[in-house]
């Protein structure tokens, strides 16, 4: 959510922000209808204040005898009465088209991120790994012998598609990708883990920038209860309405769930394979940050994701998102893109933000310097580390041989009772 004040008190730079992010100026129209609630709301309280005046000495003037026009008193407060009403009713319509027109509106950028129209404009960083010189071609993960335990006709026949069901070592391969990832964040990282629940209320998806702008991407329930897109939705909004110490920042936490995205709008987008699902499982990180800390909390959640990439030795590279490209809570983005020898590309397998106060101000979480200070928002930071389903992909893709067996990384392998590869029949070996 944006501050109405900082608009008000610059609206040419505001205006700038959102040129950056290819939205024409709106400012005017926010200061036209602020102004006018603000005028409502001034003339609402002379209004009340006279309402009172007059019910004031009313009430002395007939206590002390003096001759009073009773029907002339009534007929007035009943015109301001009147008056009041209908402001009343102006300004609450004033005040819900204000807050549509702001919640509506996607964070500004920060000052660094590179002017762009969509991911043709993204900033590629760096690569890191050696991509592998295999002498046979390289299968996409769907067509791998060893990866025979993915059955998307199973999954079809009790969900639909874009489901899959994992089974012998493909599921068991799964799994461990998912204990080592959030192994690593809690003991290298040093991120606290927290179990969430997948259904969550109305506001709460709203706090994070879900709602309103896009309800088409998310499954509702019949009761109101909406199934989270990702671990951001519950772990930000554990801090909703909260005020917290300034010793207490950083908090650095994360979380394994099942996550719910209905793909709207992405029709012939990867409808085949693990790559585009319904239901999917992902490691989520979330950090609570002093605002002039998050910058660096950036930078820090961003290479405990990459961690997890090198350790299981697969070839990615960082890209920073453009204005164009970022997501509407971000104000900026690092994407880790992992290598798919089968598609001969990079994909995105995390991407990391900065949302700065945007979050905060819609669910209101703040933090106070000491006892005397007034409370301010604090920075909201988010970021996969990492999606299982494409790290299952990567592995599958990378670590294929010849002869259709997928090797299992080293770091693994403790999780599989030591196993080094899942076999052609999708066993463990």
Known sequence: MHDIKKIRNDPKEFDQHLKKRN???LSGNIIKIDAKRRKNIESLETLKASVNSLSKDFGKNKSSGKSINEKKFKDTIKEKKAKISKLENESNKLETDLKEILENIPNICSK???YGLGEEDNKEVYKWGKIKNVTFEPRQHFDVPAAIGIDFEAAAKISGSRF???SGGIATLHRAITQFMIDKHIKDHKLKEVAV????KENIMYGTGQLPKFS???YKTSNGWWLIPTAEVPLTNLVSNSILNYEELPIRLCAITQCFRSEAGSAGKDTTGMLRQHQFEKVEMVTFSLPEKSPEEHLRMTQCAENILKELNLPFRKVELCSGDLGFSAKKTYDLEVWLPGQKKYREISSISNCGDFQSRRMNARYRQNQESKPAFLHTLNGS????GRCLIAIIENNQTAEGKVE??????KYLLGAKFVNQKGNLE
């Open 164 to 166: 899959s069901i994992l």
């Open 112 to 114: 660094d991120v590179p």
């Open 216 to 218: 088409t991407e998310s």
């Open 197 to 200: 629940p997948v259904l969550v």
């Open 408 to 413: 299992i990384p080293q770091c693994l392998s």
């Open 385 to 388: 580390g990492l999606a299982v």
């Open 23 to 25: 939205i024409n100026p």
